[in-house]
Each structure stands twice: as structure tokens, then as C-alpha cells.
């Protein structure tokens, strides 16, 4: 079916706050429509056949709390196609997103800066897209429990690449860190405590 067709049931449904539309073949674009549901807070669209990447609009979901994009075929979410960058602001757009899981698409450029500012941040959620050059995120904001960024194709080859590790030190409650398989040339710094308190660590 094609999401298109359910864009008419949306404007219905304002006072809806957890949405699950995943595992039902879906595909096409994903409508604009679908913000009327203003409240939120739950968004699932993952394992479908989605082509589309997320609009501006998207940005008055402003009380979602957890994001769920996997395995479509979007560039901006995961296990979709989902392909494309993700918006600059988007940090700033989902002031509330608790998760963010994105992985498994055909994202590309750069991890938007503006996740440094999504304070309730807890994970992250990026693997297997085809992000680029370096991660210039600062995490002093933020009291992340995963962060997954691998199989990407991140770093510069430059001995800077892994200044932002820096500031993981703030995450005290980190227990699963990966970033294995990308393209970072500098020394991982595992003398940092955060490392050893971790459940799993992959580099």
C-alpha cells in the first residue's frame, strides 16, 4: 500500500500520541499530512519500502520522544532505503527525541552538528548509512547510553578525527559505543574512563 493512500485518515487522528505502521509493506512518500498528529510522541516506520526523506515539516513534531525509521528505503532512516543528508537543525527540530535509530539506510553527508543541542538525547543510533567526514559533535550536553556510528564511512584522515571523543567523557551512563568500520585514521584514546565503564565497546 502506499502510504499516500492513509493521508487522509491522519488530519483525524490530532490527540494520537504512539504511532506503529511498522512491518506492513508500505511504500512511497510519507506525507505531510501525518504532522497533524501533533502530539506525538511515539513514531514507528521502520521495515517498510519508504523512498522518501523527511520533510521541514516534521519539525512540529515537537513532543516526539523516540524516532524509528529502520530498515525502509529512505536515506535518512533505518533498514528503509531512506537516502539523502539529514537536516542541518535537526537536533533543534525534535527538542524532546529521546532515540533516535536511523540505521541500516542510505544517509549520506555529514552527522548534523545540531544533535549536540537534543539534551535528551539517550541514543543514537546511525549504523550502516554512508555518513562522511568527521563527526563534529560535542556530547558536554548530553547523557547518552549508545552510540552507534559504524559502518560509515567517517573521518577525514586527519589526526584531529577523534576530537570529539573528548566529550564522551560527560556520557557517565555510556554502555554500548561502536564505531567499527569507518575511515578513521587517528589513535582511538582508551585510556579514557567512559571506555573501560562500558558493556560493549567496538572500534
Known sequence: MNLVDLSGKFGNLRKIQNLNLSNNLLHGEIPVSLTNCSILQYLALDHNHLTVPVTPEFGSFSKLTKLNFGSNNLSALSFNDFTGSLRNNIGLAFPNLQKKYLPNNFFTGTIPESFSNASNLRSVELIG??????????????????????????????????????????????????????SFKAYFPTHYQFVHQTDTASF
Open 129 to 182: 548509512n554512508n555518513f562522511t567526514g568527521k563527526v563534529l559533535l560535542s556530547f558536554t550536553k548530553l547523557d547518552l547510553e549508545r552510540l552507534s556510528v559504524g559502518n560509515n564511512h567517517l573521518g577525514s584522515g586527519e589526526p584531529n578525527d577523534l576530537n570529539f571523543v573528548t566529550s564522551i567523557t560527560n556520557c557517565s551512563n555510556l554502555d554500548y559505543l561502536d564505531f567499527a568500520v569507518t
